[in-house]
């Protein structure tokens, strides 16, 4: 589905700031599957995603996506496949704009924009079933500006908006992490709905073990520009992942 | 009452202005400071034309169509060039002097003796019609899909891009279509006054910023009452406000420092006051709260 194949990636090359952050790094990504990111701060989880998605360079190798190298393509040509969301809620948004518009917006994605009108009165039912599933009662404020939402409403539409057009293979970088712990637990119940609901193909990274754990498939370790870990995640517990932490912790101490 | 009119009708010269300065500050949140080139461009670009025997419609259209030419290159030197976009407008505002001198050879064209868009009725009906068919497109065009893309690049870039669209092609756009109207209002102005100069951008960036400050203080949150709108409303008030200056005693050039203070007074309560008293909370308080866009703050 996703092949990641010999990518290198360094930053800031020739400067004392040097970080070789992969040197041909590989990664193979199941269909229909959500595959958690975890590592600690630095490792290059973002970097990594970045790259899949276009919006930072590789320095080379080859990142596939369905038998079709996209390593070349520009990132508002991979958007077509790829949803995306970040772990600033805003991002995801427009939010001087209202939901129903966001949800437009979301909707023609990968559509040729053109001088039709985009809101369109037949669709908001179709709005207001998708936001109602969503039981954030967002299906009564479609007019709302969506700056004036909490960032766990903000997030939950960034996601419907991500995965409305079912891509091949949707990015969420830590979309929790800017979140209060009950909100992040809505957002997370509502993404592993969506996902499967969907099916679509996810790489999850996320800071908490628990949830990694809980709402993925398979658990990847990222390590120093390798994979440290990777296992399926009904087969790896909390205190494990964490007594490797620890090690790796230690071991850079000493 | 004379001084009304007249007031009026620069007003709604300055509202097209205006409108062309909204769509690069506030919808798209770049500062163009390309705008006081612009204006005497398409002022000189009708001269031109109609000099050579073009009807005055067709010249005034020129003008606006050679200028969207304006904001290809302020755009262009920032998103190929990626020069910081004011330094990008400064340098398209340089060069734009010495082309200005060009198009006709001369500092100062006098058209007293050609044809003008006003001659076929009163100026300032003329002026309302005109005036209220572009704010009309406008607010038409916002609606269009590829409106919203215009609207949604300058609130989040991030979110365009992730549509699959290239959100550069829809700063040029804005940029282009801003600095059209900008020339079309110089073309207008040239016509109105009789003459166009190489003068006569100075400070017109500032007045138009004034335009849309005012406009911007009048029914804050009413969403129904639009940018463009506010444009119109803005620059009318402003020249009946400079029209009654003057008929004080206020010398009319005094007007571009008063045009100034508007603009340092209204940021200043935006980003200094507003803060010092706690007033609003800081979310809304900050914001023009106005549809879709952002509050001038680059300055
Ligand atoms: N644009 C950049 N320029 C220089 N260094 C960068 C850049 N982006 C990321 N880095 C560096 O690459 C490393 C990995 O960053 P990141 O991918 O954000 O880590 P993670 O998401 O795993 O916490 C960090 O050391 C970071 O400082
Ligand atoms: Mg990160």
Redesign the interface.
């Given at each position: 589905m996703l092949k990641v194949q010999n990518l290198s990636k360094s930053f800031n090359v020739g400067t004392e700031n040097e970080i070789n952050l992969f040197n041909r790094f590989n990664l193979n990504i199941e269909e229909h599957k959500c595959t958690a990111i975890i590592g600690s701060n630095g490792c290059g989880k973002s970097t990594l995603l970045n790259m899949i998605a276009g919006?930072v360079p590789i320095d080379s190798g080859e990142i596939i996506l369905n038998g079709e190298d996209i390593s070349k393509l520009?990132?508002?040509?991979r958007?077509?496949h790829i949803?995306?969301v970040?772990q600033d809620p805003?991002?995801?948004?427009?939010?001087?704009?209202t939901i129903l518009?966001n949800m437009?917006?979301?909707d023609?994605?990968?559509e040729k924009?053109?001088?039709?009108?985009?809101?369109r009165k037949e669709n908001n039912e179709k709005y207001e079933e998708i936001l109602k599933a969503l039981g954030l009662g967002l299906e009564n404020k479609l007019n709302t500006r969506v700056?004036f939402l909490s960032g766990g409403q903000r997030q939950s539409l960034s996601l419907l908006m991500?995965a409305m057009k079912h891509p091949d293979l949707l990015l969420l970088d830590e979309h929790t992490a800017a979140l209060d712990p009950k909100t992040s637990h809505v957002v997370m119940r509502k993404t592993k709905e969506l996902l499967s609901n969907y099916k679509i193909t996810t790489i999850m990274i996320s800071h908490n073990m628990k949830d990694a754990i809980e709402y993925s498939d398979r658990i990847i370790m990222l390590d120093k520009g390798e994979i440290a870990l990777d296992k399926r995640s009904c087969d790896v517990s909390e205190e494990e992942l964490l007594a490797i932490y620890k090690a790796k912790l230690e071991e850079q101490i000493a | 009452m004379k001084l009304i009119i007249t007031s009026l009708e620069q007003g709604l010269i300055f509202a097209i202005l205006g409108m062309g300065v909204i769509l690069t500050f506030k919808v798209l949140g770049e500062s163009d400071l390309s705008v006081e080139g612009t204006f005497p461009f398409g002022a000189f670009i009708f001269a031109k034309f109609v000099s050579m025997g073009f009807n005055p419609i067709a010249s005034t259209a020129l003008a606006f169509c050679l200028g969207t030419l304006a904001g290809l290159m302020t755009s262009t030197l920032f998103i190929k060039l990626k020069i910081k976009p004011i330094l990008a407008g400064i340098l398209t505002m340089t060069m734009l002097y010495s082309i200005n001198l060009r198009i006709n050879g001369k500092a100062n064209v006098p058209l007293f003796n050609y044809d003008s868009v006003f001659d076929s009725g009163s100026t300032l009906i003329i002026l309302i019609v005109l005036v209220i068919a572009i704010k009309l497109i406008i607010d038409l065009f916002l609606k269009t899909e590829t409106g919203y893309l215009l609207v949604a690049t300058g609130d989040n870039e991030t979110l365009v891009r992730s549509l699959g669209v290239n959100s550069n092609k829809y700063k040029v756009m804005g940029f282009m279509l801003a600095n059209g109207l900008i020339a079309l209002s110089g073309a207008l102005m040239s016509q109105y006054q009789g003459f166009a100069d190489i003068t006569m951008g100075t400070g017109v960036m500032v007045v138009g910023l004034a335009s849309i400050i005012i406009g911007d203080t009048i029914k804050k949150n009413a969403s129904w009452f639009k940018n463009t709108s506010r444009a119109i409303v803005g620059a009318t008030i402003y020249k009946i406000m400079g029209g009654i200056a003057i008929d004080l005693g206020l010398a009319p050039t005094d007007l571009k420092a008063i045009s100034a203070f508007i603009v340092i007074a209204f940021i200043a309560y935006n980003n200094v006051a507003l803060d010092l008293f706690g007033k609003a909370s800081k979310k809304e308080g900050r914001e023009l709260n106005v549809k879709g866009t952002k509050p001038i703050k680059e300055f």
């Open positions: 919006s520009k990132e508002e040509e958007a077509i949803g995306r970040y805003s991002l995801g948004v427009s939010p001087a704009l518009e437009s917006l979301a023609k994605k990968g924009f053109g001088l039709k009108r985009l809101i700056k991500a | -």
